[in-house]
C-alpha cells in the first residue's frame, strides 16, 4: 500500500503539486501526529484511525523526500527494535527481573542503553 500512495504522490507532483522541500512534509507529519492526540483527547477513536491513515500518507509522502522506501524503512526500524527489546530482556535477564516487573521508567532507562549498541 505504500507503493501505491507513493505513486499517487508522485504524479500529483509531476503536475505540480508537492512540497517545496522536505520541511513542507515534515510539517505535516507532526500536523497529522497532534491531529491524532487531539482525537484522542477528545476520545474519537474513529476520528484517530482516520488521522493515522493520513499520518502514514504523509510519512510515505516524507520518505519521497528522502529517497527511501518506506517499506525498507519500516523493516530496517522493525529489525532494530527487535534487537533492542531482544537485549532489554537480555539486560534484565541478568538481574532475574522480566519486562512486566519493571516501571516505565527502569525500562525506559535500560532501553536508552541498549539503544547505543543497536543504532
Known sequence: MFQKALTIQEHAS????DWPDAYG???KVIEEAEEI????QTEDIEQARKEFG???LASANLSRFLSVS?????QKATERFEKRFQALQNELNKVNRTV????????EAIWQKVKVDFT
Not at 492526540?37 to 484522542?40: K, V
Request: net charge negative; charged share 25%; proline share 4%.
Open 54 to 56: 493520513d499520518l502514514l
Open 100 to 107: 512486566d516487573s519493571c516501571s516505565l521508567i527502569e525500562l
Open 25 to 27: 512534509v515534515l510539517d
Open 14 to 17: 509531476r503536475l505540480g503539486f
Open 37 to 40: 492526540r487531539s482525537a484522542l
Open 70 to 74: 518506506p517499506d525498507t524503512a519500516l
